[in-house]
């Protein structure tokens, strides 16, 4: 006889007045007497059978039935129904209510163990703090002193579930009164009365998970029937079954040899024989009820053993407690990066526990359809694993546990019945996590750049998603740049700020794929000329995220190309609007439309410039980024035409410039190949402006102009 299948057998025989029970363990061959109490003999086969009395009163004391082995179980079948039974109907609409419970509420058939554990964790509650606030619980309790503990059993052959806890147990009214009817929950009723008695301290409400009577009702998404044996802690209450198949009716009965406190039956379905696995039901205890306040037994060996240690004092916590609970609810093998533990009343109860990895995100963690890896719980039951709304989408890499009492749920515990309160705690959990970063920055300068270096790009993501400009320009002081001022050193916005120069009211940025290519900018010139500071953006889409951030301390963010659209009449000019050393004025009349007309349809305005030194010409459009984005990601079906007009380039020339100059002759002396090199230099100007996908285009043209070269030779 497996353990899974009950180490107890009863054998009703055929006297009244007796029940014999085999009670051989099969492991260690002990004999285990059915009132708990352990037997020393021989060695004996597994395959003997023993009978021996079975006493009326259940002892379930753990140290009294606990053997080499750490076998511990109460649940015995030893219950017998006396006298007739009560039938009652359920009451106002309950038929209706428990199909929607069993068919459409939860959506994981699983849950209802969670809930049946919730419920038997409550009762244990109830009389933890019955017996605390009770003057004389020896003679108003049964068995006051009995250890608190849920039990489990697992039987394949009987497609059976079994859950017992030593808690409170029902009178008759309170058994009629809870179990017949939904939405009637007892906690939530004990939780009132402990109100309106001014016992009920903050601690023994919050322990009290129901607060919705329909969770013992999720047993019938799986069962044909149900079974409840009960018998209240009060002195002198009878023992008691309520039965019901879930059809509109129930039965109540009396029971002799019930244990105080609760046990339910659960006979499943033909297709869920799947609960009455051991393993099965070890991994949703796993999953859902590792954190109850209680031992949880599943067929004699305790099944919860992980501490909740986020409800724990930050500082009892140690490194190794730490490492075990990050795998465990990270379901990996490595350890924390960063570790954020903290709670707090104000504004919500919040207790949390946020683990950063100390591993590099994969490609599958890069993407956006990755779930939250934060679990919420309440009151140490988990609700959601991974809850979609509990913080937002960019701090996906977080892994832990957040519990809030705070939070009221649905009748399931599925769904979240108040979205203002969730999209509270998200904006608190945000901002905790927020200020944690910039303290880890300024405490642990080193350790933060590694962190950056690997986890900056969902920083990144969350200012282009974020709709409060406040979160944003939050998230935006944890960004690092390198700058035009020192090479291979990374800054940030508040430290580029706090040495602007004295007057500078914008922020200056400048995308390039690395440092030589940013410093050789034709747009970088005017400022480098200036001595101002120049944030350098190595990664494509670093321009986008600034342009989204838009503006920080009251700062605008401007790129270098925006910068260099605006207007610079004549500040390098003499008296008389001629700059040193460049074209006429009348040259440059001459050549801007010659320029317009021969790049017809390719520009939109021509125009000289006064912020170029070394080179010839630039291509300026009004929005760099997000044209550059553009180009990248949808331009390719357009035809060059359209792209042209979408983009509505200004193409702006350095009159001071030796090619330039020398463009202004050849328009007369060689119109031809001022034309061909016109169009280069305009295409030299799109790539160098980031505008052209793929520079093989171009070379048709660029031969065509070294040809017409070669043959003048």
Request: with cysteine.
């Amino acid at each position: 006889m497996s353990v899974a299948n009950g180490l107890l057998r009863l054998q009703k025989l055929a006297r009244p007045s007796f029940a014999l029970a085999r009670c051989l363990h099969p492991a260690t061959g002990r004999l285990y007497h059915s009132s708990g109490r352990l037997q020393e003999v021989h060695h004996i086969p597994a395959t003997a059978s023993w009978t021996l009395p079975l006493s009326r009163s259940l002892t379930t004391k753990p140290a009294e039935d606990a053997g080499d082995s750490g076998y511990h179980s109460i649940i015995r079948d030893q219950e017998k129904t006396v006298g007739n039974s009560d039938k009652h109907e359920f009451q106002a609409e309950t038929r209706m209510l428990l199909d929607i419970v069993a068919r459409s509420l939860y959506s994981d058939k699983e849950v209802f163990v969670r809930e049946l554990v919730s419920n038997a964790s409550d009762a244990l509650e109830k009389f933890r703090f019955l017996i605390q606030s009770s003057t004389d619980s020896s003679g108003e309790f049964v068995e006051a002193d009995r250890s608190l503990e849920i039990h489990i059993g697992t039987n394949k052959q009987e497609r059976q579930l079994t859950i017992q806890d030593t808690g409170i147990g029902m009178t008759r009214e309170e058994l009629i009164a809870h179990l017949g009817t939904i939405a009637r929950s007892g906690s939530k009723h004990f939780i009132e009365q402990l109100k309106e008695s001014g016992k009920g301290t903050q601690e023994n409400v919050q322990n009290i998970i129901g607060q919705f009577g329909v969770g013992f009702y999720s047993a019938f998404m799986v069962a044909d029937r149900v079974d409840v044996y009960t018998r209240s802690a009060t002195a002198g209450s009878p023992g008691l079954k309520w039965s019901s198949d879930g059809s509109g009716t129930f039965e109540v009965q009396e029971a002799e040899n019930v244990a105080v406190g609760t046990k339910i039956v659960v006979h499943l379905k033909g297709d869920c024989r799947e609960f009455a696995d051991e393993d099965r039901i070890r991994e949703v205890i796993r999953k859902y009820s590792n954190f109850v306040g209680s031992p949880i037994y599943l067929n004699g060996k305790q099944a919860n053993q992980i501490q909740p240690i986020w409800l724990m004092e930050p500082k009892q916590v140690t490194a190794d407690q730490h490492n075990e609970f990050y795998r465990f609810v990270g379901n990996t093998f490595d350890v924390p990066r960063f570790t954020l533990h903290y709670k707090t009343d104000v504004p919500l109860s919040i207790r949390a526990l946020l683990y950063f990895p100390e591993g590099k995100p994969g490609l599958f963690e890069m993407s956006r359809d990755t779930d939250i890896g934060v679990a919420l719980y309440t009151r140490k039951v988990l609700i959601q694993s991974k809850t979609e709304n509990l913080l937002p989408k960019w701090l996906r890499f977080l892994k832990g546990v957040v519990d809030s009492e705070d939070i009221p749920l649905n009748l399931s515990r599925e769904l979240l019945q108040n979205s203002a309160l969730i999209r509270k705690l998200r904006v608190a959990l945000t901002n905790r996590a927020l200020r944690f970063l910039h303290d880890r920055s300024q405490k642990e300068p080193e350790s933060y750049d590694k962190f950056y270096k690997d986890y900056g790009l969902f920083l990144k993501e969350g200012i282009v998603t974020s709709q409060e400009q406040q979160e944003k320009e939050e998230i935006a002081r944890l960004l690092r740049f390198e700058t035009s001022k020192e090479a291979g050193r990374n800054v940030s916005l508040p430290e580029y700020c706090e040495r602007q120069a004295e007057g500078q009211k914008d922020i200056y940025y400048l995308a390039a794929p690395n440092r030589t290519l940013a410093e050789a900018s034709p747009y970088y010139e005017s400022l480098k000329k200036r001595g101002i500071e120049v944030l350098f953006c190595y990664e494509a889409y670093d321009e986008l995220v600034l342009m989204q951030l838009g503006m920080y301390l009251g700062k605008n963010l401007v790129s270098v190309e925006k910068e260099m659209r605006r207007s610079d009449s004549a500040k390098d000019a003499g008296a008389d609007g001629v700059i040193e050393g460049s074209l006429l004025q009348t040259q440059i009349d001459e050549l801007l439309p010659w320029l317009k007309q021969r790049l017809a349809g390719k520009v939109s305005t021509v125009k000289t410039t006064t912020k170029l030194d070394s080179h010839p010409c630039v291509v300026t459009v009004e929005e760099m980024a997000a044209a550059r984005h553009f180009i990248k990601t949808q331009s390719h079906n357009m035809s060059e035409e359209n792209r042209y007009a979408l983009l509505q380039p200004q193409f702006e020339i350095n009159a001071k410039h030796p090619i330039i100059k020398k463009l202004h002759k050849l328009t007369t002396s060689d119109p031809e190949l001022a034309e061909l090199l016109a169009k280069q230099l305009f295409s030299n100007a799109m790539v160098g402006a980031g505008l052209v996908d793929d520079p093989r285009m171009l070379l048709t043209s660029m031969n065509d102009l070294l040809q017409k070269k070669l043959d003048k030779q």
